[in-house]
Structures are given as structure tokens and as C-alpha cells.
């Protein structure tokens, strides 16, 4: 009798767990919270990316410990390009609706060329910003750097675009993109903090 009402209890509580987790997914990815889910993800991951870049950086021995400050506008400024990015995808999916081979060249094309540009020049103006920056430094900084993250946006995002754009509903967008972004969130906070 005993292990029935433990298998039982066990049940239960499992099912109920899957229904909150299902309730949670429902309402974080539905319409009207998904930018607010979309900040967080791009918010968290920022910060995520820029604390192993400075444990790597520790352990090189570039760095003696760890700079929360650092970390906090990393995520800051992963916020201001996840709101960027959550209202760009929305527009490409409205202006190209469709997910033929032809149509998803041409998102990448345009995430490359219009897109990339953008959420670079976020970054750095975001970062400058929380950084207490002059205008000028801000734009030093972007020239001596900006290119870099270019660079490696060509590199990176094409292939992961055409996985984004092809098969992926336009809410989970941000999420992907995050999740493979934590890789260039690395790359992004190494270019950013160290001198040329």
C-alpha cells in the first residue's frame, strides 16, 4: 500500500511539475510577455559570456579577479541588443513571411548587411554609455573595434540564420540566437575589454 502511495504521490507531483512547466513555457514565449522573456534570455546570456571571458582571462593571467561592474553592463548591453534584435526579427518575418529557400537567403542577407551593423553599434553605444564615455571615445572605440564583430558575424551567423530563419517560429528566435551567441558573447567581451 505504501509504494502505491508513493508511486502515486510521485505521479502527481510529476505531472504537476510538467504542467508548470508547460504553463511557464506558455506564457513567457506567448505574444504579450515574449519581449519581456526575449530581455531576459539576451540580458543573462550577456553577462553569462562576459564571466568566461574573465575566468579565461584569469586563468591567463590577463586578468586578477572578477568585475562584476564588467559583467552587469555586459548584460545591460545584451538587454539593449535583445530588444534590437526581438523587434528586428518581427519585422523580417513581416516583410518576408515566407520560408522558402529563397526568402531565407534573402533574411540573411539583409540580418548581415542591415542587421549586424545595428546590434554592433548598440553594443558599443550601450557600453560607452554605461561606461560614462565621451562621444568621441565611444566612436574611437567603435572604429578601432566594430570591425572585428563583423568580421565574425560573417563567419558565424549566416549558417546559424539559415537554422534561425528556416525552421524556427519567429518566438523562439531570440532564444536560439542567444544560445548560440553565448559562444560570440565570449568573443564579443574579449574584443571589447582588451586594447588594440
Known amino acids: 500500500?505504501?509504494?502505491?502511495?508513493?508511486?502515486?504521490?510521485?505521479?502527481?507531483?510529476?505531472?504537476?511539475?510538467?504542467?508548470?512547466?508547460?504553463?511557464?513555457?506558455?506564457?513567457?514565449?506567448?505574444?504579450?510577455?515574449?519581449?519581456?522573456?526575449?530581455?531576459?534570455?539576451?540580458?543573462?546570456?550577456?553577462?553569462?559570456?562576459?564571466?568566461?571571458?574573465?575566468?579565461?582571462?584569469?586563468?591567463?593571467?590577463?586578468?586578477?579577479?572578477?568585475?562584476?561592474?564588467?559583467?552587469?553592463?555586459?548584460?545591460?548591453?545584451?538587454?539593449?541588443?535583445?530588444?534590437?534584435?526581438?523587434?528586428?526579427?518581427q519585422y523580417l518575418d513581416t516583410r518576408l513571411p515566407n520560408r522558402t529557400f529563397k526568402v531565407v537567403l534573402q533574411k540573411i542577407f539583409l540580418d548581415q548587411v542591415i542587421g549586424s551593423p545595428i546590434y554592433i553599434t548598440c553594443f558599443f553605444i550601450t557600453m560607452g554609455l554605461l561606461e560614462k564615455k565621451a562621444n568621441r571615445e565611444i566612436w574611437d572605440e567603435m572604429r578601432e573595434k566594430a570591425w572585428k564583430l563583423y568580421v565574425a558575424e560573417w563567419v558565424v551567423w549566416p549558417v546559424a540564420q539559415f537554422v534561425n530563419f528556416y525552421w524556427l517560429p519567429t518566438r523562439y528566435r531570440i532564444i536560439y540566437d542567444n544560445i548560440v551567441s553565448l559562444g560570440y558573447d565570449v568573443f564579443t567581451s574579449h574584443v571589447k575589454h582588451t586594447n588594440s
Open 1 to 89: 500500500m505504501l509504494i502505491l502511495l508513493r508511486s502515486a504521490w510521485k505521479s502527481l507531483a510529476r505531472n504537476n511539475t510538467v504542467r508548470v512547466i508547460k504553463s511557464l513555457h506558455s506564457q513567457a514565449f506567448s505574444s504579450k510577455y515574449l519581449l519581456f522573456t526575449n530581455m531576459g534570455i539576451s540580458c543573462v546570456l550577456g553577462a553569462v559570456g562576459d564571466v568566461l571571458e574573465q575566468n579565461y582571462e584569469i586563468y591567463a593571467d590577463e586578468l586578477k579577479e572578477w568585475n562584476p561592474i564588467r559583467s552587469l553592463h555586459m548584460g545591460i548591453s545584451g538587454l539593449s541588443v535583445g530588444v534590437v534584435c526581438h523587434y528586428w526579427y
